[in-house]
């Protein structure tokens, strides 16, 4: 028997072990590592920044202003006929809307009906003839109201007086319309003010009267802060969500203090344009007679409503009944703008195809999109 080499044992030992690792690596390769990363689609050239472009750890640049580009103008229409009368069953093609005089294609017509969102807005400083009248016919404006629709009573003279809120209970609402003059209050000014006499210790001084400054003109001019109580109606207005109609129904001789105001007619007008409110007017006898409604037509014409003059209680019931129905009937337009998107005030005007037809909406809108 032939004996083998310790060396040689030892070698064919190694080499058997290289062997079978080399065998089992090939039977079990081992895991892939990640895949490699897919190329991201090529982005499209950008415009570098005004500003610059911000270096690897600095701070970010101030960017500027950013600016947004209306898509779509939400336009209310009233069409009425010769006699008055709302027009129903007209059709997309019947209209045709002007932005800026450039001509727009309308991208759908709506007629159906929204519910209101309503501000009742009661001068609370007029001849006691009119005053009397405007009370009697108040509950009158419910016979108009749908249930869908939510309303809130508010008063006016120098001051803004708001309501206890928008309130779909009717039963509610007719206590607030019965008692709002009744729950008027003086405007009283601060004591010692121009209104009052002198006053010791923020009290009037023996012997010192103390007149209402809502009743008084200064040199023949009213007190009465009619812008200001339309910005007011505004605002509470402004957030109400776009499936309803917002409108302030305005009853009033139209007498306004210029100088009460802190609000000028420009910036109420403004607001009541951003945020689509629709103004109604009720005009007493008198303003008709004196000539002194100048605000409540201006307001209506921009805003794409309409102005009703009254003279009794039976007058003013059936333009309450007339003014919700219009409102809540309104067509309504849709389209998307084509001109300079950089001008801040965009001119509107709405025609029909159709003759003997007038058209009732809103002059232009500020920014934003007007819904």
Known sequence: MTMKSPRKS??????????AAHV?????PPPAGPPPASNPPA??????SPVGEQKPGTAPAPQNKISTTTTVVVVPVTVKDKTGNMVAGLRRDDFRVFEDKIEQKITE?????????LVVLVDNDMKQKDSDQVDASLPAILAGMSLSDEADVCRFDQFFYPGKGFTKDQDNLLKSLK???LDSQPSVAPPGGPFNGPSINNAPAPGAGNQDPSLIAIKGQTTKALDDAVYEAAQLLKDKPNTRRKIILLISDGKNGAKFNNHKYDEVRNELLRYNVIVYS???GSSYFDRKFTRLVEYSGETGGDVSYGAKA????NFYAQIADEARNQYTLYYSPKGNPGVDYHSIEVRVEREGLSVIARKGYYGGVPQ
Do not use: I
């Not at 089992?24 to 079990?28: E, M, P, R, V």
């Open 10 to 19: 030892l070698l064919w030992a190694t080499l058997a072990v290289l062997l």
């Open 24 to 28: 089992g690596l090939a039977q079990n």
């Open 43 to 48: 982005s499209p050239p950008t415009t570098p």
């Open 109 to 117: 017509l709506s007629a159906d009906p929204r519910p209101l969102s």
């Open 179 to 181: 008692r709002t003059k």
């Open 282 to 284: 009720v005009a007493t």
């Open 314 to 317: 039976e007058s003013f019931e």
